[in-house]
């Protein structure tokens, strides 16, 4: 059995075509106001939920809920923002679709995976509601009623259950685990599943790295689980990083249950426990985003006052040159 928990990774994504230079960005440690992060468990208390802060401190949603298809464990799973609701695979006899009731913590079956595809690396939901699942390289998309799933294309890259949806561009972002330097980040088609190199992270300061699993808030930060115990004792921890300076950052925190009432103390006095499956949930207003680069056409707010300043200093230098002219 893997240890009790998994590092989560923060990483901006970040670019423009118009930059200033910018001081180093200081590591990524909590969570955009009114946002939190949903487990799943994968220990021992079949489809139990915590809502989870940045430092990895996980407070129990309700007592699980045990699916018709005994499940065990899940990957990351996303809300559709279209109708609130957050849906996860569970993984157990069957791989089914279920719904999870983010205020009980009570978890419904909705459908076994069927289609293209019978098995699951992670969900991810556009702002649209099209929703989308992944089997070893292959994205497929995913029918929310049905569990039905479509090929849609494969990518070619190995696939780690490290994928989600940014919510700023709408585009999937795919992590490999590369190694032991350095890992590749890839933007995926929606209507091709074709893979296009977008960054690549400096991971040499971790003793390792096997991300296992992404989420994204509203501001593009993308959190990472990353299934390398380099923690005291082998154990998982809270690990953020900036895609814009390409570092992944030492461990912040451990997932344990602050209550101890579902996980009792077992290690440093702490109700530690493992988990693969996140949900992201979003609160409150809209954060300021931070913009992936996808082209010729970003332009990131410090290149929008580049822009805006490059326009004033023309107006006055012609403003100057009328001047010269009227006085000759």
């Known amino acids: 059995m893997r240890h009790a928990l998994i590092p989560v990774i923060a990483i901006g994504i970040a670019g423009a075509l118009l930059t200033a230079p910018a001081a180093s960005a200081a590591p990524i440690t909590a969570l955009p106001d009114g946002d939190q992060i949903v487990l799943i468990d994968c220990e021992n208390t079949p489809g139990q939920a915590f809502t989870m802060g940045a430092d990895g401190a996980a407070t129990p949603i309700g007592t699980g809920t045990v699916l018709p298809n005994n499940a065990r464990c899940s990957p990351s799973g996303a809300v559709d923002p279209t109708t609130g609701i957050a849906y996860y695979i569970a993984w157990g006899d069957t791989n089914d679709l279920a719904t999870l009731d983010l205020e009980t913590g009570v978890s419904t079956r909705v459908a076994t995976l069927s289609g293209g595809a019978t098995d699951s690396c992670g969900i991810a939901i556009d702002a649209s509601g099209d929703a989308f699942n992944t089997t070893n390289s292959r994205l497929h998309s995913l029918d929310l009623e049905t569990g039905v799933n479509a090929l849609i294309g494969d990518?070619?890259?190995?696939?780690?259950?490290?994928?989600?949806?940014?919510?700023?561009?709408?585009?999937?972002?795919?992590?490999?685990?590369g190694g032991p330097n350095s890992s590749d980040v890839y933007r995926i088609d929606k209507l091709t599943g074709a893979a296009t190199l977008f960054k690549s992270l400096d991971v040499s300061a971790l003793a390792g790295y096997m991300p296992d699993g992404v989420v994204f808030d509203k501001t593009g930060i993308a959190w990472i689980q990353d299934?390398?115990?380099?923690?005291?004792?082998?154990?998982?921890?809270?690990e953020p990083a900036d895609l814009t300076e390409g570092i992944v950052y030492a461990p912040t925190g451990y997932f344990n249950d602050v209550t101890l009432t579902v996980y009792p103390a077992n290690f440093e006095g702490a109700g530690y426990f493992y988990s693969m499956g996140m949900i992201y949930v979003a609160g409150g207003a809209a954060a300021a985003p931070v913009l992936a680069a996808t082209g010729a056409g970003d332009v990131s707010a410090a290149g929008g006052l580049l822009a805006g300043g490059a326009l004033l200093l023309g107006a006055m230098m012609l403003v100057v040159m009328r001047r010269r002219l009227a006085t000759k």
């Not at 990518?155 to 490999?176: M, Q």
């Not at 299934?227 to 809270?238: L, N, Q």
């Open 227 to 238: 299934d390398f115990g380099d923690g005291p004792g082998g154990w998982y921890g809270v």
């Open 155 to 177: 990518t070619t890259l190995i696939n780690n259950c490290a994928w989600g949806i940014n919510p700023v561009d709408d585009e999937i972002y795919w992590f490999t685990e």
